[in-house]
């Protein structure tokens, strides 16, 4: 077992971890860092996901660095073009030399006396590290890797075809000239559809119930033709602006005028696919009670226009040799059954955390600014928005880190915590959808209190205005590094 001591390790190397190395590298430039990352490759969930079509859902130049411009001409990327800008990100400001691969974090033990986390990894051949941090910063997201989620279906060992889940797509599936079934209604459903469309005989979309879709734009003109005679960083600001804006004003809109909201998100969808049964178009709820999905240039609408592609609304009676068995009686007949059932979602990266010897159960500690919690000192959870792109609000967790080092310094502090008494309000849930994928763990997910600074909005604008002024000393609990007991050798002060 090895160890090695830095000031601040970052878990993750996807868009996240890459994105607070920066931040860290420009405002707290004296800080020695590392990221741990459990894969092979830089990425994060642009490596992970290798299913066909596989793309974001938000727009590229919100989901982009805002300190590195996006030029692809493409406004809702594919997962290869993200994966390979975020690595680029890296190379080009050096971060790549910090990544430490093959590294699974399983445990983080803090010791108030000397002020440290003791971050204890196992490697690919099976051996263990550890790494001390005065500050950890979890960036690996809120869901497992590991495992997506498939739920149990009725006479599934009796089917015939093959079974894939998503996150575990196989390289050498070959599903030309097939019948193929997507169980789910989600963003990656809507992805595989088309996409999968082109090569399959027919492409099935079994959905117990509908989801709110909206038709994007795959390019952006006015950006594409703007950065032929402006500057990349101000096309680039202008449009990330305009992005947010439409964003974040259309999910108020929702949530102020539900009922307009949805008479328009349907019409639209109508009007795109009007040959499919308006009950496979009609959501059971508001909008933005779950998250909505995107699809660029209307390419999901396209194919069911074209019969390549259908949607079904119905319920599973039981998988049979040859396909499913729907609760109405209708059969559908598959060689191969992909399960776009959701994913797995997991409190601060699965790892066993504990500070001075008394193990944390993430549920009983309340988020503290979006990032930070109650009683948990030097440590932060990037986390993002579910109404709008991942890294507006990911942006503002990586500069509070970085000012947040910079304050413990200023004033000689060897950590601070969010007060463990502060008083929050009555609890809300720290992801506030009701989608399935968030209902089934939200007893094991951190709260979010009522009140500021331990309520989490959904609201860009008003979060960056906040991080602009915010007080770094408001409900925190700081402990002096004079304070520390003297260790062996070393003066206290």
């Not at 727009?59 to 660095?65: F, Q």
């Not at 009609?282 to 226009?305: A, E, I, M, S």
């Not at 504990?354 to 944390?360: E, F, K, M, T, Y």
Request: glycine content about 8%; hydrophobic content about 40%.
């Amino acid at each position: 077992m090895s160890t090695d001591r830095v000031d601040v390790l970052i878990v993750g190397a996807g868009l996240s971890g890459i994105g607070a190395a920066y931040r860290l590298q420009q405002m707290s430039p004296g800080k020695t860092y590392a990221i741990v990352e459990q894969r092979e490759r830089t990425g994060g969930t642009w490596d992970l996901f290798r299913y066909p079509g596989v793309r974001s859902d938000s727009d590229m130049y919100t989901l982009s660095y805002p300190f590195r411009p996006w030029t692809n001409e493409k406004a809702i990327a594919d997962g290869g073009d993200i994966r390979q800008y975020i690595a680029d990100t890296a190379r080009e400001n050096g971060i790549d030399r910090h990544i430490r691969f093959g590294r699974r974090v399983l445990t983080a033990d803090w010791s108030s006396e000397d002020a440290t986390w003791t971050v204890t990894s196992r490697l690919s051949d099976g051996t263990t590290e550890t790494t001390e941090a005065s500050f950890l910063y979890l960036c690996s997201g809120y869901y497992s890797y590991d495992e997506g989620y498939t739920p149990d279906f009725p006479g599934l060992e009796n089917y015939e075809g093959e079974v894939v889940h998503p996150q575990f797509w196989p390289e050498d599936l070959d599903y030309a000239n097939k019948n193929v079934v997507i169980i789910g209604s989600g963003a990656t459903a809507i992805t595989l559809l088309p996409s999968m469309a082109r090569d399959a005989a027919k492409v099935t979309m079994l959905q117990r119930s509908p989801t709110y879709i909206l038709s994007q734009p795959g390019k952006d003109p006015v950006a594409n033709i703007a950065r032929r005679v402006l500057p990349k960083s101000i096309v680039h600001q202008a449009t990330r602006l305009r992005y947010a804006v439409m964003t974040v004003g259309f999910y108020v809109f929702c949530r102020a005028f539900p009922a307009l909201a949805r008479k328009i998100l349907l019409g639209l969808a109508q009007r795109q696919a009007p040959s499919v049964d308006p009950v496979s178009l009609t959501p059971r709820y508001k909008p933005w009670d779950q998250r909505l999905c995107v699809v660029p240039g209307g390419d999901l609408w396209r194919v069911v226009r074209e019969g390549k592609g259908e949607i079904v609304t119905d319920h599973i009676e039981e998988f049979t040799p040859k396909g499913i068995a729907l609760a109405s009686g209708e059969h559908l007949d598959a060689d191969v059954v992909v399960t776009a059932t959701g994913l797995q979602l997991v409190a601060m990266g699965s790892i066993d955390i504990s500070v001075d010897g008394r193990a944390i159960d993430p549920h009983d500690v309340y988020t503290y600014k979006g990032l930070m919690f109650s009683g948990l000192p030097n440590l932060a959870w990037c986390v993002g928005y579910t109404n709008a792109s991942w890294t507006l609000r990911a942006d503002l967790t990586w500069k509070y880190v970085a000012r947040f080092l910079n304050h413990l310094d200023a004033n000689g502090y060897a950590y601070g915590m969010p007060n463990p008494e502060g008083e929050s309000g009555p609890s809300a849930p720290i992801l506030d959808l009701d989608s399935g994928y968030i209902q089934r763990v939200a007893d094991k997910l951190p709260q979010a209190g009522s009140r500021k600074p331990w309520k989490i909005r959904q609201n860009w604008f008003l979060d960056a205005w906040d991080a602009r002024t915010t007080d770094l000393d408001e409900e925190m609990v700081w402990v002096s590094r004079r304070e520390l007991p003297a260790r062996e050798g070393v003066a206290a002060g």
